[in-house]
């Protein structure tokens, strides 16, 4: 596991605790433990997409675990991030698929595009580039998912018009 040593506003309002609540409410009282990738994923879109290690031992207070376990799916899944990401996180598939049909070399080209290298954030913290495993899509090749969606059948193209419209703030993330 990446630790971050970055600091991060923990902010639990009452509008993210009644949504941990709701959630909460669909496992057996003596289960919390059952909830905790929903409430990682809430939790970490209430707190610019990243986990802090304080961020992950307030969620083990609230699901009544040890820390240690949250950290062990926090670093196991690459839907959560230890370390603070760019507002916009290019996420490419580079499983089978994508990978034949070119993935890696529009990896390679978007984060030469923006001055960065994979696992990086760029000095404004718009972009991070991130390659990941499979996600689903194997038929749109290649592809990345960008916040809640998916942007398929890349070209050097329409990566150039997806940087664009991210950095003209067009590009809706949920």
Same mark, same amino acid.
């Given at each position: @596991? ?12 009452? $509008? +993210? ?11 057996? !009282?003596? %289960? $919390?433990?059952?909830? @905790? ?22 969620? !083990?207070?609230?699901? /009544? #675990?040890?820390?240690?376990? #949250? ?7 690459? @839907? =959560? ?10 996420? =490419? ?10 993935? /890696? ?7 030469? %595009?923006?001055?960065? %290298? ?11 580039? #991130?390659? #990941?495993?499979? +996600? ?6 290649? @592809? ?11 070209? %050097? /193209? ?6 664009? /419209? ?9």
């Amino acid at each position: @596991m990446e630790i971050s040593h970055a600091k991060q506003v923990i902010n639990i309002d009452a $509008k +993210l605790t009644e949504r941990i609540n709701e959630l909460l409410s669909h496992y057996p !009282a003596d %289960k $919390k433990k059952s909830a @905790m990738l929903p409430v990682l994923h809430e939790v970490q879109d209430a707190h610019d997409n990243w986990l802090s290690i304080e961020l992950m031992d307030r969620v !083990a207070e609230i699901l /009544e #675990v040890q820390p240690i376990e #949250v950290y062990e799916v926090a670093s196991f899944y690459t @839907m =959560f991030n230890q370390k603070p990401v760019g507002k916009y996180m290019f996420e =490419f598939c580079r499983t089978s698929c994508c990978a034949i049909r070119g993935a /890696e070399d529009l990896m390679d080209y978007t984060c030469s %595009k923006l001055g960065i %290298k994979e696992g990086e954030t760029t000095p404004d913290g718009n972009f991070s580039v #991130v390659g #990941v495993e499979c +996600l689903g899509a194997c038929g749109y090749a290649p @592809m990345l998912q960008l916040g809640d969606y998916y942007k398929e059948h890349l070209t %050097k /193209e329409k990566i150039d018009a997806l940087i664009d /419209e991210c950095r003209d703030n067009k590009v809706n993330l949920h």
